[in-house]
């Protein structure tokens, strides 16, 4: 798994000397993203940025395959993270262990006050507000193959394109 240290001079991130005594998460971030969109490009430049600057960031480098189990160990890192960036990319929601994934991290910011970062990488936010364009034909795709967590999927979604984030365009 990829987990390395680091911090950024950023206001959403906290150095590393001025966490608060009492921190008891093993992670600064956790990112959240669909490999085959951003990995290789924005995901790997942010985790090395975040690496480079003292904060403690979980990615997961490895790629599920259909039938594959998501580890606990992913879901822990969830659990055991402060932040979570997650970024909606065209085929996000098309990965049903994204969606997993993003149902989690809701249900840690709900209970555990995980604070949430979306990133909107090549993708209208609204459309993934809305469920529209890629993110209404993947939860189409998602009810035919009577997945049975739609509805919650379709609600972490929305809840997490609601909060405001970072609209990057790949122009």
Partial sequence: MGTENASSSSSCFPSSSSIVPGWRYEYHVFISFRGSDTRKKFTSHLYEALRRNGITTFRDDKSLERGEFISPELMRAIEESRFAVVIFSKNYASSSWCLIELAKIVECMDKK?????????????????????????????????????????????????GISGWDLQDE
């Avoid at 909107?120 to 609204?126: N, Y």
């Avoid at 459309?127 to 739609?150: C, I, M, Q, S, W």
């Fill in 113 to 161: 006050k995980l604070t949430v970062l979306p990133v909107f990488h090549d993708v209208d936010p609204s459309d993934v507000r809305k469920l529209r364009g890629t993110f209404a034909k993947a939860f189409a795709k998602h009810l035919n193959n009577n997945t049975k967590n739609v509805h919650t999927w379709k609600d972490a979604v929305t809840k997490v394109a």
